[in-house]
């Protein structure tokens, strides 16, 4: 992961500011993951781990149609995993770690999903990040998952300059208002996503420009 052009951090009143127009532009911003369930969100995010979320979509489908908690999943066996998910990168590990983390929570949790991150942490292919959508998302907890969207607008914007995810991540628990702590990672890796892009961000019409520390900002191309 990149680390960003060091940018001066923006002042209270500006990160307010930009979640405000966040929350009036979309209030109840969601997840682009399906499932149906804690168990099944949980394999998606592990499979979404270097790979796009409608490509995980595609392939969960009919997994989680076959196997919707552990016990099904582990009658699935690593193999018929593998073939599911085949279309997703790195699906080989991925299948042995869904497998195992599956296995693991009918051996040590009753077949449930812990609403714990340390337990979540101790799962196979569940890092930082897994374990804070799977408790954010489900659980309703107020944390931030850094990937490399919501690195690269809490660098670029100035709202959490870091050089690690983790850095990223224990700033924006400072400084993103109460109110706003919920929804604030859904509005962040989707405004990356779609609006403040990795190559070329669409300054012209992001949302949040007026407050944004990132320059030169990316004029309106030529015939739009």
């Known amino acids: 992961m990149a680390v960003a052009k060091k940018v001066k951090t923006l002042p209270k009143a500006d990160i307010e500011a ?12 969601k997840g682009e993951l399906d499932y149906v369930n804690a168990f099944t969100l949980l394999v998606a995010v592990v ?17 989680f149609e076959l196997a ?45 999903v812990p609403e714990d ?5 101790a799962l196979p292919g569940v890092g930082r990040k897994t374990a804070n959508v799977v408790l954010n998302i489900w659980f309703k907890q107020p944390t931030i998952a850094v990937d490399t969207h919501l690195f690269r607008v809490g660098n670029r914007t100035g709202m959490a300059p870091g050089a690690n995810p983790l850095a990223v991540e224990q700033t924006l628990l400072k400084v993103i208002p109460q109110p706003y702590m919920l929804h604030a990672h859904h509005w962040l890796i989707l405004h990356g996503r779609y609006v403040c892009k990795a190559r070329k961000p669409e300054c012209w019409r992001c949302a949040i420009a007026e407050w944004c520390r990132f320059e030169p900002k990316t004029p309106l191309p030529k015939g739009v």
């Open 18 to 29: 930009i979640f405000a127009r966040f929350h009036e532009i979309e209030p109840e911003p």
């Open 117 to 121: 991150r340390e337990a979540l942490e």
């Open 68 to 112: 919707p908690s552990p016990p099904a999943m582990v009658a699935l066996g690593v193999e018929q995993i593998t073939d599911l998910i085949k279309t997703i990168g790195l699906y080989r590990g991925k299948a042995r770690n869904v497998f195992a983390l599956s296995q693991m929570l009918i051996d040590l949790h009753g077949g449930e």
């Open 47 to 63: 499979l979404s781990a270097q790979a796009t979320d409608a490509g995980v979509n595609k392939a969960t489908k009919r997994l």
